[in-house]
């Protein structure tokens, strides 16, 4: 069976995941101020951080419209395949899912199912992993699809900010508590509830250590080690995140580490000097 397998831009590819075709990416917008930034192969994450630093306001994302996920469920494919970030951090679940209807009303029968990730950035990257590995093992679509819901129940997604001006401009930090925070070298650890809520979960005094201790809280939370695929996207931190990949390898016994630049919605998430991973 041939299919396909659509990611919100909030999803890394990695370059192996673009070169084999069986990836799409639909890209969010984002919004500083009165900029409008597309998040695809333009997205420029050197000139976004500039803008957002420069802004006193807290940049904004737009989901895809359904029109666009339905363009993308086109072509020769039979099963389709679709990985939206968190419902509850943005419309992309329920764009999709009307691009879906629209599609199988207006242009024909098609297998095609949306996933909820629950999660975001290299969370979506793990999930569209998932299906692929299934896709070739040669499951039916209902198992692939029961495989990867029951996948993204078990998986969660960390992170850990450098920059906390984010946090102070869409008002969930003060700017007198941003302040002692950023003078005390304070950084929170970040993670999501596993219905797809980012909660904070710690902090600490320094970004190495909150980096450490969100390998504590993903440890509490991975069975089977060996059959684990971590996945770690970074802003403007390729350094850092070669570190935390390097201390994931002496850790833990896991398949593999994914490596990835955060592309443009992870990137206003995280910051910059954010790391965020998915296990």
């Known amino acids: ?3 396909k397998i659509i990611v919100d ?3 890394e590819l990695t370059p192996k995941m673009k070169e084999s075709k069986k990836m799409v990416s639909v890209p969010l917008t984002l919004q500083v101020d009165k900029k ?13 951080l500039a803008i957002v630093a420069a802004s006193e306001n807290c940049p904004k994302s737009a989901c895809p419209s359904p029109e666009k ?15 939206t970030l968190s419902a509850n951090l943005s419309g992309s679940y329920n764009s999709a899912v009307l691009g879906r ?7 024909g029968k098609k297998q095609i199912h949306v996933f909820n990730s629950r999660s975001a950035s290299v969370g979506e990257t793990l999930i569209a992993l998932k299906i692929q590995e299934c896709e070739e093992k040669g499951m039916s679509f209902e198992q692939v699809v029961d495989t990867t819901e029951k996948y993204i129940r078990g998986m969660r997604t960390y992170f850990v900010l450098e920059n906390l001006d984010t946090l102070r401009k ?11 925070a950023t003078a005390l070298k304070i950084k929170p650890v970040m993670g999501e509830d596993g219905e ?4 904070q979960l710690d902090q600490t005094r320094g970004i190495n250590k909150a980096m ?10 991975m069975e089977h080690q060996e059959e684990k695929v971590f996945a770690i996207a970074h802003c403007n931190c390729l350094e850092r995140a070669e570190i935390l990949r390097d201390e994931i390898k002496k850790r833990f016994p896991v398949k593999d580490v994914i490596l990835v630049d955060t592309a443009g919605v992870s990137s206003m998430y995280a910051n910059d000097g954010g790391i965020i991973i998915a296990v």
């Open 36 to 48: 409008e930034i597309v998040d695809d192969e333009s997205f420029n994450q050197a000139e976004f």
């Open 1 to 3: 069976m041939s299919y």
């Open 170 to 180: 869409n008002g969930r930090l003060s700017k007198a508590k941003a302040l002692v």
């Open 69 to 83: 996920y339905q363009m993308c469920c086109q072509g020769e494919e039979e099963r389709v395949y679709i990985v």
């Open 212 to 221: 450490m201790k969100m390998l504590e809280y993903a440890e509490k939370n």
């Open 196 to 199: 797809g809520n980012i909660i």
């Open 101 to 107: 209807q629209l599609y199988l009303e207006e242009e």
């Open 9 to 11: 831009s909030c999803g």
